[in-house]
């Protein structure tokens, strides 16, 4: 955690993910049932709570900076559980895709470099095409030698195909220029 | 009796068995698959988590395609893919608003419903179960499984509606009809990671390290899986983390349509078997199963 102080407050920031993601932040009253149930949270900057009572308070750097939008794994535990029925996941995508329209560097690089290579590989490929999804990480990431034992087996074994398809190139196009706004 | 078929990215790689096996247990229970010619990526998690509207027009549109096979049900195995076209359906189902930026998104708009449903729904229907008991040649009983559901086939509940959220136990059924031995465990729900295996592998290391630990202790000798990348996680990087945490597991990964596939008599070459990390050789050759590896 930082120790500076964070001061600065933008009232609207809880509205505009409740608009982005469809959900209503206002309504937790802090049970902390999505911290306990989070399988990541023990590396988490701050736990999905208090990502959640920040939104509500305008903290927007504290909340665009986190490690913990990052680190989320979507598994839907803490949407299950809360009580007033937030959709915690959605939430902490909304303010995922804000932090990423404003350039904010993540504190997981890593992380979000992969999002990115994967969204480019869906974009180029129509359908995920894993060496091309891997070869972009590394340049990404710079790991070259990363679970490369590992790569080989899998390429041995048959796992991996050597060439992309093209179906569905350009209805995949399509989507993606019509959404780009959004992106 | 035909369904329509959506693979999905992984069953035409890495999840390539879960693919093959799919399609062999539901050609001997008689049921045709039609897969429509260009499906797309469904988005799986990069795509929600970057964008809502991407993350659900995605699955839209094939949805739209789906709907030209004239077929009005879709079995998606992949419990990712699954998991979001259950989410496209429900946001444009209960969001008129959504629903008019996913369709001007794609460039069309579903006019017929098409049910979207997992293997294991399918399976689990009482006549699918009793074929599949009536149809088993191989005896499996020295298996132990541990049936491991993952996150996304039934949460969050009231979008997927499927099995129950804290212990499902339809791919047990499942498996006890064609008389194998599943076991109560504690972690059938708890994430192994999913998407952060390639960029913070660490994490799926931990996470996974605690499904296998308790498998063990329950006294599992094997694991059945119904999602790819947890499929990925548990048997991929299985020696990784026994080197990491100092531990031997040595339990091998299936796909729960392998497991039906070999009581049903399909040979472990035909599902693939020999493509996992975990050698499944010894469990499988020993005993009453008779079962070669190679």
């Given at each position: 955690m930082d120790d500076k102080p964070i001061i600065l407050q933008n009232y609207e920031f809880g509205a505009k993910i409740n608009s982005i993601s469809g959900e209503n932040v206002n309504l937790c009253y802090q049970c902390k049932k999505c911290a306990s149930g989070c399988p990541v949270s023990y590396l988490m900057d701050y736990h999905p709570n208090q990502i959640i009572h920040a939104t509500r308070l305008g903290l927007q750097e504290l909340v665009l900076n986190s490690k913990t939008i990052w680190l989320c794994s979507s598994c839907e535990t803490c949407t299950t559980r809360c009580p007033q029925e937030i959709d915690i996941r959605k939430v902490l995508d909304a303010i995922r895709s804000v932090a990423v329209s404003e350039k904010i560097k993540s504190k997981a690089f890593g992380i979000e470099a992969f999002y990115k290579t994967a969204l480019n590989n869906i974009r180029l490929f129509g359908r995920i095409y894993e060496l091309g999804l891997i070869g972009e990480l590394k340049l990404r990431t710079?790991?070259?030698?990363?679970d490369f034992g590992l790569g080989i087996k899998m390429i041995k074994k048959g796992k991996l195909k050597f060439l992309p398809t093209f179906k569905g190139f350009f209805a995949v196009k399509r989507i993606f220029k019509r959404v780009k706004k959004d992106l | 009796m035909e369904y329509a078929y959506y693979p999905g990215c992984s069953l035409h790689s890495t999840g390539r068995e879960f693919d093959d096996s799919t399609k062999a247990v539901f050609s001997k229970l008689g049921v045709k698959l039609v897969e429509p010619k260009s499906w797309i990526c469904c988005g799986s998690t990069p795509a929600h988590g970057l964008s809502n509207l991407l993350g659900l027009s995605l699955p839209y549109h094939n949805l739209l395609e789906i709907e030209k096979t004239n077929l009005k049900e879709v079995i998606v195995p992949c419990a990712s893919c699954f998991a979001r076209f259950k989410s496209a359906q429900y946001e444009t189902e209960n969001n008129k608003e959504v629903l008019k930026k996913i369709v001007d998104a794609v460039g069309g708009e579903l006019n017929s419903a098409i049910k979207v449903s997992h293997p294991l729904e399918i399976l689990s229907n009482m006549d699918f179960i009793k074929n599949l008991s009536r149809m088993v040649t191989r005896d499996l009983s020295n298996l132990k499984v541990a049936c491991y559901y993952g996150c996304l086939l039934t949460r969050p509940p009231k979008v997927m509606q499927f099995d129950e959220c804290e212990y499902p136990m339809s791919m047990d059924n499942v498996l006890r009809a064609v008389k194998v031995k599943t076991l109560d465990w504690s972690y059938k729900t708890d994430c192994c990671g999913g998407a952060l295996a390639l960029s913070k592998a660490e994490i799926v290391r931990k996470l996974t390290n605690e499904i296998l630990q308790n498998a063990k202790e329950v006294g599992a000798n094997a694991i059945s899986v119904a999602c790819p990348l947890c499929h990925a996680n548990l048997d991929i990087r299985q020696e990784e983390i026994e080197k990491e945490y100092n531990v031997k597991y040595d339990i091998p990964v299936f796909y729960f349509t392998q497991i039906l596939a070999l009581a049903m008599g399909f040979s472990a070459r035909e599902l693939g078997i020999e493509k996992h990390f975990v050698t499944a050789s010894k469990l499988l050759g020993n005993g009453k199963s008779g079962v070669s590896n190679e």
């Open positions: 710079l790991e070259f030698m990363k | -």
